[in-house]
């Protein structure tokens, strides 16, 4: 099954001097956007969010294992030190 990564239109419009000549082609473009992906039957899903958020977004769902695996990672870290002589944890 072939599958798509769509961003929703919720970060404020900014001319683009091409096809996005306002914020209501900007609503359209991406209406069509979803239609012509359901059309075609190709799943999609929606990134919300803007910069690093956004990322993350869009990471978790292209590379589930990798962003479960930081954020358990990022999520226990504040709670090993590390001993002074040695490796372990403490």
């Known amino acids: 099954m ?3 990564l769509v961003t929703a239109p919720d970060l404020p419009w900014v ?3 091409y096809l996005r ?3 209501h ?3 359209a473009i991406h ?3 979803q239609e012509v ?3 075609n039957d190709i799943a999609y899903s929606m990134v919300y ?3 690093d958020q956004r990322l993350q977004a869009a990471l978790s769902i292209v590379m589930p294992s990798r962003a479960n695996a930081e954020a358990e990672s990022a999520r226990y ?3 090993m030190a590390q001993c002074e002589k040695c490796s372990d944890a403490v």
């Open 2 to 4: 072939r599958r798509g």
């Open 37 to 39: 992906l359901r059309e």
């Open 77 to 79: 870290s504040r709670w």
């Open 25 to 27: 082609g900007q609503r």
């Open 31 to 33: 209406q069509r956007l």
């Open 21 to 23: 000549d306002s914020p």
């Open 49 to 51: 969010g803007s910069g």
């Open 15 to 17: 001319a683009d001097g």
